[in-house]
């Protein structure tokens, strides 16, 4: 579970330095990293919590669209992490729906990648 949550916040990491429009605040590269820490432990409550109702709703929209649908819910949960972050006083910010939409094909390759990586050196070869 650590595993997987430092995971989550390495994806973060990588879209908020690769997209100009995500930005954490701070001076120095600790500070970022506290930073996006704490919005990785909001993104895991949100993907917890909210995300399940998002795909249930979606869930015609996602099956036509072959899961691509799955994007776009992704992108409005990093919206709403970037609202919760404002409302708590975490500096970390999405400038607009490209953005987030470019964020959340970030997050969520870099996401699999990494699990997937993980999964496999916590498997028994046999």
């Not at 995971?7 to 973060?12: D, K, P």
């Not at 036509?64 to 006083?89: D, K, M, T, Y």
């Amino acid at each position: 579970m650590l595993a997987s949550f430092l995971a989550s916040a390495a994806a973060l990491a990588v879209a908020t330095y690769l997209l100009p429009g995500i930005t954490a605040q701070g001076d120095n590269w600790q500070e970022k990293s506290i930073t996006v820490l704490g919005v990785a432990v909001l993104f895991g409550l949100v993907n917890a919590i909210v995300k399940p109702l998002f795909k249930f709703v979606a869930a015609p929209l996602v099956m036509i669209s072959l899961g691509l649908f799955l994007l776009v819910i992704n992108a409005c949960l990093l919206q709403l992490v970037a609202w919760l972050a404002g409302q708590l006083g975490i500096g970390w910010q999405v400038d607009g729906w490209g953005s987030a939409f470019l964020g959340a094909l970030i997050v969520s390759v870099v996401s699999f990648i990494l699990n997937a990586f993980i999964k496999r050196r916590g498997e028994d070869h046999r």
